[in-house]
């Protein structure tokens, strides 16, 4: 059972750029969520995908987007990037989109605006 | 507004020593608590899942309680090791939020051999 995979590791990309990160689903699992997390801080929800569709959203701009795949992988874009967009973006599947399931986190995407 | 603190921010213990990290949340509405553990520039690790029904939930040296009534969490160590070296967070799903985990800020534990 392969767990959640996130490429790349570390990107370095220059403010106004736009960014895509991607994340492959742990076996089984159709449902996944997106958190930022800046340094020395918990990890901030930015939204989850259920069935190819948005299934929440946190307080991220609209130029935080995403989409997910009939496979359930599922990419993170980034428009018009600001310095403080730079963080650990984590990807995260869960089973089911159902309450009693945990979350299974992926190794994450450092992301370096200059 | 769903608020997660986690103390201390810091911790360094002996090794060998029985620790106690905790985890306080403002809403009791929760549906479970999860506690991660993340080491240095890495992903999340979970480490165990409570549901609100639960009490307590247990996997090898560590031990989670969970007291819904009263917002709080704890997560007991034993025998701690330099391998447990790392932050340790705690995150809840709130019934009114959907999908999402509010996270704490973690508390960063070092193990000294």
């Known amino acids: 059972e392969t767990g959640v995979t996130q490429s790349p590791t570390h990107l370095i990309k220059t403010r106004g750029q736009q960014v895509t990160l991607r994340c492959s689903s742990q076996s089984g699992h159709n449902t996944v969520s997106w958190y930022q997390q800046a340094l020395g801080q918990g990890p901030q929800f930015i939204f989850q995908y259920y069935r190819e569709e948005e299934n929440g959203r946190g307080n991220f701009p609209p130029r935080f987007s995403g989409l997910q795949f009939p496979n359930y992988s599922s990419e993170l874009n980034v428009n018009a990037l600001e310095l403080d967009d730079s963080a650990l973006y984590l990807c995260?599947?869960?089973?089911?989109?159902?309450?009693?399931?945990?979350?299974?986190f992926g190794s994450g995407t450092r992301l370096t605006v200059v | 507004k769903q608020e997660v603190t986690q103390i201390p921010a810091a911790l360094s213990v002996p090794e060998g020593e029985n620790l106690v990290l905790n985890c306080s949340f403002t809403d009791s509405a929760i549906y479970n608590l999860q506690w991660f553990r993340q080491d240095p520039g890495k992903g999340l690790t979970s480490l165990l899942l409570?549901?609100?029904?639960?009490r307590e939930q247990t996997s090898g040296r560590l031990n989670a309680s969970l007291d819904k009534s009263s917002g709080r969490s704890t997560l007991y160590i034993a025998a701690s090791q330099p391998g447990d070296s790392a932050t340790y967070l705690c995150a809840v799903r709130k019934e009114t939020s959907g999908s999402r985990l509010t996270f704490g800020e973690g508390t960063q534990l070092t193990v000294n051999p």
């Open positions: 409570i549901q609100s029904s639960q």
């Open positions: 995260a599947s869960s089973l089911r989109a159902g309450r009693y399931y945990g979350y299974t």
